[in-house]
């Protein structure tokens, strides 16, 4: 039986999952805490674990270089990856917002400037508005971005709200609900139907 | 002064373009043996042709180039278009089971990958005839192609234009619904169709069958086993009747072992109308050959045509080929070097004419050093001494060419 390639994003989805995995039976050697390394083996080894960075599981996927990965669907969302999304896990559930100062008020015409670590998802959902955008990529301390008039909002995954509360901002409207999904590269569909589908048999028995 | 890097690192040395050559020969040859007969279409097109054809080429994705009388012209973004033109408008050719093939490049751009702008595709059309033997005769040259090219597993997805199409015509939902839902089934985001769809004001029983075609996927037989409870009227039967009538023959050509079913399978080019494919190897993850029936295309030219054709990406197959460490990298590699003294100048350079005129690869050097990387079958050398040639590590003496050529004709048969 061939091996399948499992891309996992480090991170508290990893280790929900790896903690999935182990109930199923499958554990991996060397695999703990302050590991450095990057790929591990089940057992049997025909489970194969790489840990990337979570906006590039879907790139992982998509390029075949990984069959499965297991990663946030904001992530997914961003990349617009042409992979099966075919399991959600249920797990790292939150959301997508717009969010801003609570005092602001823009009329509609005007053009505004959002702040993200999304783009390809704030255009999408302002696109759809019919709402012109200008976006500000940024990697993180997105909050930051209304205070300091850098951008009029944000679009960022909101979990409870408490940081967003805590630097006096406020959810002004709710997008796409978020979870950690299960993608599967169209290639590895097809051409590892059985390893694939077992797998996900696997993980699907233990969530119930 | 900046130097010059070609943004766009497409394998342009000798090397890649022997194994590219010869990755279009397996093709070609096996496309000859199917009796289809190779054409070409010109680089320019008109982009009017392109932009009035609805749902095929995203307006966005062609090269434009205007032309001196202000003319908008497109760099041939596909082929498929311009041969279903032609064979419809030219009316010396009888349509009926024209078979076509071409290697061309084709351009397109797009915002993901601004530095890929041209691939190479070989590909089929088969006009004039709606048949599943025709159907299932274009699927077994695909899998017999890419058997030729040594792939250890390959898979055709076999799905249909009209099955997706018919649940839609039930429905009433607009552009915007239909392409979400299009999209979720293309992904078979499950957890996400079924509540997509309760939000949308449809049927229960028609919304069963679209919840459940993206899982409608892999052993033939099962497929078609689960379809037959998803039919809601006479047109899906014909469908399903279509996908049993190809697979039974399918069976019969020996292929069904490297043939899925999957009824998600929407192609974004909106053309198509009937059995719809693609081919999917171990090594790489994006489709290497995409095709199916599209008897509606020539309509756009006044004259329907029954069709159906694919094209491979070429440039997609190499890579896979060379992921699997199935393309041999030699050196430079030749049939013969000559290596001479000055004073059997003439000697050698006759002998080497000789040699190229019946054929053989041969270089000819004074200097030793600059033929050592040089891998040859034959290493021939004219010294003031002796005369020798050197095969497989076993030195022969000859006196005059005449005896060279004789050795060397000897060894080659």
Not at chain 2, 175 to 181: A, F, G, P, S, T
Not at chain 2, 192 to 207: D, M
Request: one cysteine or more; glycine letters at 6%.
């Amino acid at each position: 039986m061939e091996h399948i390639t499992l891309a996992l994003a480090k991170g508290r989805p990893a280790n929900s999952t790896i903690k999935l995995l182990e109930t199923t039976g499958e554990y991996f050697t060397d695999l703990h805490e302050d590991t450095r390394k990057l790929v591990f083996y089940n057992a049997n080894k025909t489970i194969k674990l790489i840990f990337v960075k979570a906006l590039d599981v879907p790139t992982y996927v998509e390029k075949g270089a990984a069959d499965i990965g297991i990663v946030g669907r904001d992530n997914i969302l961003e990349s617009q990856a042409d992979v099966y999304e075919l399991l959600d896990l249920k797990i790292g559930q939150c959301k997508f917002a717009v969010a801003g100062k609570p005092d602001h008020n823009f009329s509609d015409t005007q053009k505004l400037t959002i702040a993200t670590k999304y783009p390809n998802v704030a255009k999408k959902h302002f696109k759809k508005k019919g709402q012109p955008i200008e976006t500000v990529k940024l990697n993180g301390s997105v909050e930051l971005a209304p205070i300091i008039g850098l951008a009029d909002y944000i679009v960022d995954i909101v979990e409870t709200g408490s940081t967003l509360k805590e630097n006096g901002l406020i959810v002004i409207e709710d997008m796409d609900l978020i979870s950690t999904r299960l993608i599967v590269n169209k290639a590895s569909f097809a051409t590892k139907s059985e390893e694939v589908g077992q797998f996900i048999n696997q993980l699907k028995s233990v969530m119930e | 002064m900046q130097r010059y890097v070609m943004d766009n690192n497409k394998n342009t040395n000798a090397q890649d373009f022997l194994v590219r050559d010869q990755v279009i020969q397996v093709l070609k040859n096996r496309f000859h043996t199917y009796g289809y007969k190779q054409v070409r279409t010109q680089a320019f097109e008109s982009y009017d042709m392109y932009s009035n054809i609805i749902g095929t080429i995203n307006k966005d994705e062609m090269i434009k180039v205007i032309d001196s009388y202000g003319k908008v012209l497109v760099l041939r973004p596909d082929v498929t278009i311009p041969l279903t033109r032609t064979t419809a408008l030219n009316k010396a050719i009888s349509s009926k089971n024209q078979r076509l093939f071409y290697v061309l490049d084709v351009f397109r751009q797009s915002t993901e990958q601004i530095d890929q702008k041209e691939s190479t595709q070989a590909g089929i059309e088969c006009f004039g005839e709606n048949s599943p033997e025709i159907d299932s005769e274009v699927i077994m040259m695909a899998t017999h192609t890419l058997k030729d090219l040594d792939f250890n597993n390959f898979k055709i997805e076999i799905g249909h234009a009209g099955f997706f199409k018919e649940l839609l015509e039930l429905t009433n939902l607009n552009n915007h619904e239909i392409e979400i839902l299009q999209s979720l089934i293309q992904s078979k985001n499950l957890a996400e169709i079924e509540p997509f769809l309760s939000s949308l004001s449809i049927e229960e029983n028609i919304k069963k069958a679209i919840e459940t075609i993206p899982m409608m996927y892999g052993n033939p037989r099962q497929v078609i086993e689960q379809a037959k409870s998803i039919i809601l009227n006479d047109s899906m039967q014909k469908i399903l009747q279509n996908l049993i009538d190809v697979y039974d023959i399918l069976q019969d050509c020996n292929v069904d072992h490297a043939v899925l079913y999957n009824l998600g399978l929407i192609n974004n080019m909106n053309y198509y109308s009937g059995i719809i494919f693609q081919g999917f190897v171990d090594t790489i993850g994006k489709p290497v050959l995409m095709g199916g029936r599209y008897d509606r295309l020539g309509e756009q030219f006044g004259k329907p045509t029954p069709a159906i054709g694919f094209a491979f990406e070429v440039d997609y197959l190499i890579h896979a080929l060379n992921q699997e460490g199935s393309t041999d990298k030699q050196d430079t590699f030749v049939d013969v070097t000559i290596i001479y003294d000055k004073e059997k100048q003439k000697e050698a350079l006759l002998a080497a004419y000789e040699l190229r005129d019946t054929g053989y690869q041969v270089l000819i050097d004074r200097a030793e050093e600059k033929l050592n990387t040089v891998t040859s079958t034959f290493r021939v050398q004219f010294s003031n001494v002796q005369h020798s040639i050197l095969i497989q590590n076993k030195k022969q003496e000859f006196k005059h060419s005449a005896e060279l050529f004789s050795i060397i004709r000897k060894e080659d048969v």
